[in-house]
T-cell receptor, first 113, second 114 residues
Framework: GNSVTQMEGPVTLSEEAFLTINCTYTATGYPSLFWYVQYPGEGLQLLLKATKADDKGSNKGFEATYRKETTSFHLEKGSVQVSDSAVYFCALSEETSYDKVIFGPGTSLSVIP | EPEVTQTPSHQVTQMGQEVILRCVPISNHLYFYWYRQILGQKVEFLVSFYNNEISEKSEIFDDQFSVERPDGSNFTLKIRSTKLEDSAMYFC????????????FGSGTRLTVV
């Protein structure tokens, strides 16, 4: 079945460091891909998305590019801030099932001053 | 910015009791969802709801669960007879169009079954 795999955390970075969180997926067809973020004590927020191959989603300095050839959607940010500390979830929406989003296990990021 | 509102934020219930988790989706959204997140584990799909009926449900969503949109604004999840393993964070979400556009999630209800 369809699935999402993320790099295991927790990830700890110093402020202004470069961030990469790897995400790969298994899916039939052409799923839509997402990154959601969960700040401490809060719900899930859509961070960015890409709906077709080679699309780049971006928001708040974060970027991810839909790579069909490597089935990947890695999240990157050039310079992280303490306020970026959160759990990041990679997710996909199946092409053949419009109603369901499948989430990866989440990667916890801590940014220290 | 429009929000999905969930109440209560935390509910404690005794095993075997019925609970109703409430959600107010964004007003012009047409697709509604419930997900759950057991502590430290994945976010799992429970059910989707469109046009006043369930459009898809997972194997988790057994006969103990039901959803309803009783009055055109609220969207509720009922668990008929709670079990210890139902303890989780339950998230409601809504979407203007199909899920490929991304959801707006509520902040969740933490359900603790004792």
């Amino acid at each position: 079945g369809n699935s999402v795999t993320q790099m295991e955390g927790p990830v700890t970075l110093s402020e202004e460091a470069f961030l990469t969180i790897n995400c790969t997926y298994t899916a039939t067809g052409y799923p839509s891909l997402f990154w959601y973020v969960q700040y401490p004590g809060e719900g899930l927020q859509l961070l960015l998305k890409a709906t077709k191959a080679d699309d780049k989603g971006s928001n708040k300095g974060f970027e991810a590019t839909y790579r069909k050839e490597t089935t990947s959607f890695h999240l990157e940010k050039g310079s992280v801030q303490v306020s970026d500390s959160a759990v990041y979830f990679c997710a996909l929406s199946e092409e053949t099932s419009y109603d369901k989003v499948i989430f990866g296990p989440g990667t916890s990021l801590s940014v220290i001053p | 910015e429009p929000e999905v509102t969930q109440t209560p934020s935390h509910q404690v219930t005794q095993m075997g009791q019925e609970v109703i988790l409430r959600c107010v989706p964004i007003s012009n959204h047409l697709y509604f969802y419930w997900y759950r997140q057991i502590l430290g584990q994945k976010v799992e799909f429970l059910v989707s709801f469109y046009n006043n009926e369930i459009s898809e449900k997972s194997e988790i969503f057994d006969d103990q669960f039901s959803v309803e949109r009783p009055d055109g604004s609220n969207f509720t999840l009922k668990i008929r007879s709670t079990k210890l393993e139902d303890s989780a964070m339950y998230f409601c979400a809504s979407s203007e169009q199909v899920s490929s556009y991304g959801y707006t999630f509520g902040s969740g209800t933490r359900l603790t079954v004792v």
